[in-house]
Each structure stands twice: as structure tokens, then as C-alpha cells.
């Protein structure tokens, strides 16, 4: 296989231009974030690790074009810097902007769509090598389709984003119950501008985190509070807990009670990526459907049935979140409000009878999975859950004819070029 390390688009279509001549398959990797193999090839891999330049700001419209590779972390501090904003972002920001968009990476908040959603123009390499610019004006129908590509529409190389003025989050952190959190959840995630739950299964504790959209100054928790939730906490401790657990599996479920009870009410105000964000460090594996929001009470309910029979036992917290309904092909978002059912399960402790049973749950109410996570889907079962499946295929025939960016991923979830 060969490895790759350009720093402009020009490089990128030359390398790929080379392999369609070879009949070499190309994949590109961002910052590897994604739990799925959908970057893996045994031929020509390339890396936008040095493609992290942001390219030009206008601060009158909010427009920021940046290269394909920058991190979520980076381009906020990037943005922070001139008075500006995503408008929104997952509790993870150490992805590659591309790898976020491509496979529709979302936060929390009924308003607010996925990072793609504020995605105004893309410049990409298509599969034999030809840089295509798309906006607006000009081939908008790619630009409507290739804002989440998965990989399959081509190699984004530049993207220009929609942001917002830069804008404090005042979070507050509560410790409530299971049942008063899915008894009306569409009123709990409507409360405030993002809502987001962690449930502890096996327990009815449920940590319920309101971040609201505020003018007023920061407020951030003092350097030892931080260290001692986001680290000692959140990242060292529970790190520790589920090492044990792995171990010990009989006293998973007293391990799992006690992380929920040392759990506490937290408030803070602070820059919106620095709340929105936090570190990670303990390592998992996980698994995300996005379904109707009405949906998920009876969902988690079966889940939580689920949980109660399975041989093994499950670390982590089960998160619940929302976002809003958009117009993107393969968008998990498309045409509906999601609500979203994530679950994890700690390195190196069974996870696939959890997960599929998982999956078969939330497939009766024609759950869509996170392109960048986990799942057992394909072809044949999702094309039925996404209207435009057909315009977003024949963008990728269009643009790929070859099959250039194919690998078994794409073959498994996409099908074949046609």
C-alpha cells in the first residue's frame, strides 16, 4: 500500500488522477477518529493531517473557508480568534472538519442540524483526479449531495462554513431520574437550546446536561474543578472503574451504581466549544442510531430490557440527545427531527450482542445510523430509510464512475457504483 501527505488540492488530484490511471483504489483519513473502517484500504491511503490551513475569513457574512483537514478544536480556537463560531458541536472536537461533515457529526438541540448543515461550498477531487468547486451557483447539486459523501463522493479538500458571532453557553448539570426523563422527552430536549442525558443502565439515574445560548460573561469553573471533573473524574477514575470491571465482570453492576451516585450537579458559564467539548480519554466502542424523537421512550424502555438480560455487563452510560431535520441525501438528519440513542461499551469487553439487539430495537421505528460509528447495516436495509438515496448514488456514479474511492465499507453500506 502507499501512504500520502499532500498539502494542496493540486497534489491530492494528482495522486488520485495517478491510481485511477493504475486502477488503485483511494481512501483519505482525517483524524481517524471514526470507529468504522470506512477510511481502510490496502492501496493508496492519504492523510490531510498537513491540509489544516484556514484560507480566507470574512467576518461580515460569517463565511470561514478553511482546508479540509483542520480539527474541530483547532478551527474553534481559529474562529475564537476573530469574534466567531460554530454554531454548534458534538461533545468530541478532534475530528477532521471533512470526517465530521462526511459522515454527518452532530451535537444536541432541536434547532440545530449537523455540521454539515452549515456547510456553503466545497471544493473536491473527484474519482479520476478533476478538482470540482461546488456552491450555491455552481453545481449545487453536488454541493447538496456531497456535504455528507461518507467517503464515496470524492475527497473533500476545502470547505466553507457558515458561522455565527462567537457566543457564551451557560451548562447546568443535573442529577433526575430515569422515568421523569423519558416520560415527555420531546419537552425536555425542547427546554433549552441543547439538551443532552446520560442514563446509567441498571440504575435510575440519569445526569441531564442544559447548555443555554447567553450574553452573558464567562464564568468557567476554577483550573482544580475542571481538572477534577473533566480528569480525575470523567477520564482517570472512570478509566480505572471499568478496568476493574472488565476484570471483575460480577461487580460491574456495583461499580456502575457507584459512578452514578458520585455523580453531581454542575453550572458553569463558559465560550460555547470550550462547554460543548470535553476530553476523552477513556477508550470505547460505540454504536449511534438516530430515530424519530417520539420514538425513543419506548425504545430505551426495550433497551433498558435488553441490558437486563444480557450476559455481559455494559460500563457505560447510555447518552440521549436531538437535532434537527435537514435536506441531505444521506444526512441521518434528512427529513426529520432525530432523536439520538448512543451506545458504548468499554475496550476489550463484549459489544456485539448488545449492540445488535440494540439495532434490531431501534430499527422497528427506522432508525438511521451515525456514519461514523459503529453498526451492522446494509445496502439492502438502509436505501429504504432515506428518500433520496437514488439522487445521492447518481451524484456518486457522476462523480466517481470508476469506483476510485470504493473499499468494503462503501461496498457494504453503499453498494457498488452503478
Not at 477532521?96 to 440545530?112: D, K, M, Q, R, V
Request: proline residues 5%; hydrophobic residues 40%; aromatic residues 8%.
Amino acid at each position: 500500500s502507499e501512504r500520502h501527505r499532500p498539502t494542496t488540492t493540486d497534489e491530492v488530484a494528482r495522486l488520485v488522477a495517478g491510481a485511477a490511471e493504475r486502477r488503485r483504489r483511494v481512501k483519505v483519513i482525517g483524524a481517524g477518529h471514526s470507529f468504522t473502517d470506512a477510511a481502510m484500504t490496502d492501496d493508496v491511503l492519504i492523510s490531510l493531517e498537513r491540509m489544516a490551513a484556514v484560507r480566507e475569513v470574512d467576518t461580515s457574512t460569517g463565511v470561514v473557508r478553511v482546508q479540509a483537514g483542520i480539527e474541530l478544536r483547532e478551527l474553534s480556537e481559529r474562529l475564537a480568534a476573530v469574534g466567531l463560531a460554530l454554531t454548534n458541536l458534538g461533545d468530541i472536537n478532534v475530528q477532521s472538519i471533512a470526517g465530521a461533515i462526511s459522515t454527518a457529526t452532530h451535537g444536541t438541540g432541536l434547532e440545530f442540524g449537523n455540521l454539515a448543515t452549515t456547510i456553503v461550498g466545497l471544493e473536491l477531487v473527484d474519482g479520476r483526479g478533476g478538482v470540482v468547486r461546488c456552491d450555491a451557483s455552481s453545481a449545487p447539486d453536488v454541493l447538496h449531495a456531497a456535504r455528507v459523501g461518507v467517503g464515496a463522493l470524492g475527497i473533500v479538500t476545502e470547505v466553507s462554513i457558515r458561522c455565527v458571532p462567537a457566543f457564551n453557553l451557560h451548562a447546568h448539570e443535573t442529577i433526575e431520574t430515569f422515568g421523569s426523563a423519558v416520560a415527555d422527552v420531546e419537552t425536555l430536549m425542547a427546554g433549552t437550546d441543547h439538551v443532552e442525558f446520560y442514563w446509567f443502565p441498571g440504575t435510575d439515574r440519569v445526569q441531564v446536561k442544559r447548555n443555554t445560548r447567553t450574553d452573558r460573561p464567562a464564568r468557567p469553573p476554577s483550573q482544580w474543578s475542571y481538572l477534577r471533573d473533566k480528569y480525575l473524574f470523567e477520564n482517570l477514575g472512570f478509566g480505572a472503574a471499568c478496568r476493574v470491571g472488565r476484570r471483575f465482570p460480577s461487580l460491574a453492576p456495583r461499580i456502575v451504581s457507584t459512578i452514578a451516585d458520585l455523580a453531581d450537579e454542575r453550572e458553569l458559564t463558559d465560550r460555547s466549544d470550550r462547554v460543548f467539548a470535553s476530553p476523552r480519554h477513556v477508550r470505547f466502542v460505540e454504536m449511534e442510531y438516530g430515530l424519530p424523537l417520539a420514538a425513543v421512550p419506548d425504545a430505551l424502555g426495550r433497551i433498558a430490557e435488553l441490558v437486563r438480560s444480557l450476559p455481559h455487563p455494559v460500563m457505560f452510560p447510555i447518552e440521549v440527545r436531538c437535532s434537527a431535520a435537514d435536506d441531505i441525501p444521506l444526512s441521518t438528519g434528512y427529513g426529520r427531527t432525530n432523536g439520538w440513542i448512543a451506545v458504548h461499551q468499554y475496550r476489550g469487553m463484549p459489544y456485539e450482542e448488545y449492540f445488535r439487539g440494540v439495532e434490531t430495537i431501534v430499527a422497528e421505528h427506522g432508525a438511521r445510523p451515525h456514519w461514523g460509528k459503529l453498526h451492522f447495516q446494509t445496502a439492502d436495509t438502509l436505501r429504504e430509510r432515506y428518500p433520496e438515496w437514488d439522487a445521492a448514488m447518481s451524484v456518486r456514479a457522476r462523480l466517481d464512475p470508476g469506483g476510485t474511492f470504493r473499499n468494503a465499507y462503501l461496498d457494504r453500506v453503499l453498494g457498488p457504483v452503478t
